[in-house]
């Protein structure tokens, strides 16, 4: 079956470390995203990338790091400037390089020990 | 103003009741329009796209008003599974770059 996989789906951080959130998709879709969930709030952009080895800064970029080796991955890095790194990470994929339509992956729930 | 407000809810409704959702959008280049499903600590699901023409999916209706900028999404004969929280999705050109901006969400309960 074709879909998006995110893991972990639980992960803790402790102060100064930094984290990697995976994201696999077998949809063959070009365009990947992460998304940051908060309580109360709506999904806001971390980072995005239409084709493989290129990729974008989003609306909330900062303490936050990706790649886009293979078509298939985007990798997620939650570095130690991100000072407020507990939330709910949401990576999706879409066929379309507009964005429309998003498969999400099941989200991993990040939080600070 | 956001650029895409929900009223949050929750909206508590019996089993059976007739249940509708408003989405204002500020932006007034906005293009395409969606509804998404979301449960509790789940990922979000494409429920509908909207339509200028308003489109029907069984139970559910989803129309746009461009003029006064809002969309909505109406629930017929609500079931306890359609308990969840709705969120609002607006497509908007940037002249660069097309750019999705989410509501926060519209809660749903559905009760016996």
């Known amino acids: 079956d074709g879909g998006i996989t995110q893991s972990p789906k639980y992960l803790f951080r402790k102060e100064g470390q930094n984290v990697t959130l995976s994201c696999e998709q077998n949809l063959n879709h070009d365009a990947m995203y992460w998304y940051r969930q908060d309580p109360g709030q709506g999904l806001r952009l971390i980072y995005y990338s239409q084709i493989v080895n290129d990729f974008q800064k989003g609306d909330i970029a900062e303490g936050y790091s990706v790649s886009r080796e293979k078509k298939e991955s985007f990798p997620l890095t939650v570095t130690s400037a991100q000072k407020n790194p507990t939330a709910f990470y949401l990576c999706?994929?879409?066929?379309?390089?507009?964005?429309?339509?998003?498969?999400f992956g099941s989200g991993t729930q990040l939080s600070v020990l | 103003r956001k650029e895409v407000e929900q009223d949050p809810g929750p909206f508590n409704v019996p089993e059976g009741a007739t249940v509708a959702f408003n989405c204002t959008y500020s932006n007034s280049a906005s293009q395409s329009f969606f509804w998404y499903r979301q449960d509790c600590r789940k990922e979000p699901k494409l429920l509908m796209s909207v339509y200028s023409s308003g489109n029907e999916d069984g139970r559910f209706t989803a129309q746009l008003n461009r003029a006064s900028q809002y969309i909505s999404l109406l629930i017929r004969d609500s079931k306890l599974s359609d308990s969840a929280t709705y969120l609002c999705?607006?497509?908007?050109?940037?002249?660069?770059?097309?750019?999705?901006?989410f509501g926060t969400g519209t809660r749903l309960q559905v009760t016996l």
């Open positions: 999705v607006v497509n908007a050109f940037t002249g660069t770059a097309s750019k999705l901006t």
């Open positions: 999706a994929s879409s066929l379309m390089r507009s964005g429309e339509k998003l498969f």
